[in-house]
Nanobody, 124 residues
Framework: QVQLVESGGGLVQAGGSLRLSCAASGGTFSRYAMGWFRQAPGKEREFVATTSWNGGTTYYADYVKGRFTISRDSAKNTVYLQMNSLKPEDTAVYYC?????????????????WGKGTLVTVSS
């Protein structure tokens, strides 16, 4: 059973940066594609970014492309989300997730394991 724990959330002003981390344990980290999703108050959870099992392929939602970067460190069993040029509309709880699939990784239903989330608040 894989456990995922997010950290790094907090309060930041618009235009600022944060780096989220997601530490994995209890499984073989390198087997899993990893993704970040977010859920804003009153809205459904949405896809943010994903990286393949070896970090060789990444995909981003259009609304974060060019501002966010997903990366992974297999030696540390950790996936990161570097968030720059943050906007108030980026305010949400951010979740990391692990998947054994290689396709459909923009869809949360294709992820097997989830963290509990970390709150990011961007003030205007």
């Amino acid at each position: 059973q894989v456990q995922l724990v997010e950290s790094g959330g907090g309060l930041v002003q618009a235009g600022g940066s944060l780096r989220l981390s997601c530490a994995a344990s209890g499984g073989t980290f390198s087997r899993y594609a990893m993704g970040w999703f977010r859920q804003a108050p009153g809205k459904e959870r949405e896809f943010v970014a994903t990286t393949s099992w070896n970090g060789g392929t990444t995909y981003y939602a259009d609304y974060v492309k060019g501002r966010f970067t997903i990366s992974r460190d297999s030696a540390k069993n950790t996936v990161y989300l570097q968030m720059n040029s943050l906007k108030p509309e980026d305010t949400a709880v951010y979740y990391c997730a692990g998947s054994l699939y290689i396709d459909y990784l923009r869809l949360d239903s294709f992820y097997d394991y989830w963290g509990k989330g970390t709150l990011v608040t961007v003030s205007s």
